[in-house]
Each structure stands twice: as C-alpha cells, then as structure tokens.
C-alpha cells in the first residue's frame, strides 16, 4: 500500500521513531526494496528473506540542484536487546556515506550491511533506515569502517552520529523483524570473523 509522506510522517509517530528516537520530521520518502518487492513502511519481515542488501530509492529535487549533493545511509536496530528493554543502545547494519545523488552503489560504505539479528525470545524489533543529507563530501575521520564483523556495531546512538557530522534528517523508512534460525546461523559467522574494523 502507497502512503503519502504525511500518512507516512503519521505512522513513525504512531510506532514511537518520531520524536522518540529520531527527533526530525522527514521531507521525502525513502523507498526500500528486497529482492523484487518494495517494502511497506512497518512490514514484518524474516531475517532470512532479507539476507542481501536491498535497494534504495528516493527522489532528487526536480530542479536538478541535488544532483551534486552528498548523502549518508544508515541502517540500524533500535531495539536492543528487546523493544520493552532498549538498554543496550543501536545496533549498527549497514551505513553507506557520501553517496552523490542517489547512486546508493556509488557511495561509500562505512559499515558492511548484515541481516538483522534479533535474539530468540524477544519479539518484534524495528529496523529503521535513515537517509541525511551531508552539508559537502566529508572524510569521516576517526570513523571505523567496519567489514564483515560484529565488532563496533554495537552501543551505538544514530542521533549521535547526525549531530556530530552536521547532517540533516530527510527520509525514513523501518521495518519489524523476529528471531528465526539464520539469526544464530550469521551470528556465528560473525562471530568466527577474523575480519576487523579498521579506524579512517
């Protein structure tokens, strides 16, 4: 179902993204699709469906005056380690930086994408992506950049992140997500990694 930017706007108040954990209203949408298929904003989907990385879409301003401009793409779990127990900060999944336009394959990916891991036993966690706007190319300095690994992912606020960078909130998209059997699966994978995130 197509939802308009206020509808939109509407249900991340209503599912407690805005204000409470991001403080900025969005201005456009942030289309996601896995595989073949967009996502509706609060789907609930399997870890194991959404192993690969999706593709994201958004909409430049019609003038063309976008067309140089860099954003920041940012995956992360706010539920940790369950939605009635967020005592353990965001888990970062996946951050891609100065992407110029929306050529998302043109960016930088700061940190690797991976599935969502939510534990056995604890419901439902919201999975939300962020779209910023940066205010020119910046280096991200002292940033890790983080591969194939669990390391530095976890204890982490992107509201923290924004501020810090001088970046500006303007599109969000989430989606919900519980436990299956992959989960322990790429934990332990991860786990095993001996890849290891290196400091820009």
Not at 61 to 81: A, G, M, R, W
Not at 95 to 118: H, M
Not at 143 to 156: G, L
Request: net charge negative.
């Amino acid at each position: 179902m197509d939802l308009s930017l206020k509808e939109e706007i509407e249900k991340l108040k209503t599912n407690e993204i805005i204000p409470n954990i991001i403080k900025t209203i969005p201005n456009r949408q942030l289309k996601v699709k896995y595989g073949i298929r967009f996502i509706d904003m609060g789907d609930k989907l399997m870890p194991i469906a959404i192993h690969e990385k999706p593709t994201i879409e958004y909409l430049l301003k019609e003038d063309n005056s976008e067309e140089n401009q860099y954003f920041t793409l940012i995956l992360v779990s706010v539920d940790e380690p369950s939605k009635i127990n967020r005592l353990e900060g965001e888990l970062k999944q996946w951050i891609t930086i100065n992407i110029k336009g929306n050529n998302i394959s043109k960016g930088d990916e700061l940190v690797k994408y991976i599935q969502p891991l939510p534990l056995i036993g604890t419901g439902l966690h919201r999975y939300i992506f962020i779209l910023c706007k940066q205010i020119s190319k910046l280096d991200f300095i002292g940033e890790f950049k983080i591969p194939f690994t669990i390391e530095n992912r976890k204890d982490w606020c992107s509201e923290d992140f924004i501020k810090k960078w001088n970046l500006t909130v303007e599109g969000i998209n989430y989606f919900e997500c519980e436990y299956d059997d992959s989960v322990e699966k790429l934990m332990n994978e991860l786990i095993g990694s001996k890849e290891k995130p290196k400091q820009i």
